[in-house]
């Protein structure tokens, strides 16, 4: 898989991610890894003085609603 195959998986996208505990949480994409395992996106869930970078897979993307 590649960035092409997720449109939203480019840096400086805002994202949002539906986190763990099941709450969506807006963000900005701040890198994007091409693994041997896939395409992982880290993403800004936080602001610029304290971000928090939170990695996901680029399948796990939305539009932000």
């Known amino acids: 898989m590649s960035t092409q195959t997720y ?3 480019k ?3 805002r994202v949002e991610i539906i986190r763990r505990n099941g709450e969506a ?3 900005k994409v701040a890198s994007v890894e091409e693994t041997a395992k896939g395409t992982w996106v880290g993403v ?3 602001d610029k003085k304290s971000p928090n970078i939170v ?3 680029a ?3 939305r539009k932000p609603s």
């Open 7 to 9: 449109p939203l998986a």
């Open 11 to 13: 840096e400086g996208k």
């Open 25 to 27: 949480a807006l963000g």
């Open 44 to 46: 800004n869930i936080g």
């Open 55 to 57: 990695k996901v897979r």
């Open 59 to 61: 399948s796990q993307l």
